[in-house]
């Protein structure tokens, strides 16, 4: 079975910048697509970025190109984003996400992690 972790997020200013991890496990995740979702109050959940396991190829919503970063560490198996030049409108949960590549939708979930930019 496989388990997405969150964690980091928290309190930012507008302008900072923060790091989420996904810890992943329960599988050998080299034929899987990761991503990063979120969904702020009030709003459809939304695609933020998403890279695949075997070649490091990457994805990014247009409103977050240029400020974040989505990566993974092999060896702990686990991916990132990094998230600079943070606005209001970032604020949102954010949840890490997975598909095996043969997989039509993202079906693997984490619990999600708060990300909120006050000025």
């Known amino acids: 079975q496989v388990q997405l972790v969150e964690s980091g997020g928290g309190l930012v200013q507008t302008g900072g910048s923060t790091r989420l991890s996904c810890a992943a496990s329960?599988?050998?995740?080299?034929?899987?697509?990761m991503a990063w979702f979120r969904q702020a109050p009030g709003k459809a959940r939304e695609f933020v970025a998403s890279i695949f396991w075997s070649n490091g190829g990457t994805a990014y919503l247009d409103s977050v190109k240029g400020r974040f970063t989505i990566s993974r560490d092999n060896v702990k198996n686990t991916i990132y984003l990094q998230m600079n030049s943070l606005k209001a409108e970032d604020t949102a949960v954010y949840y890490c996400a997975a598909r095996g590549i043969s997989d039509s939708e993202f079906n693997y979930w984490g619990q999600g992690t708060q990300v909120t930019v006050s000025s």
């Open positions: 329960g599988r050998t995740f080299s034929r899987y697509h």
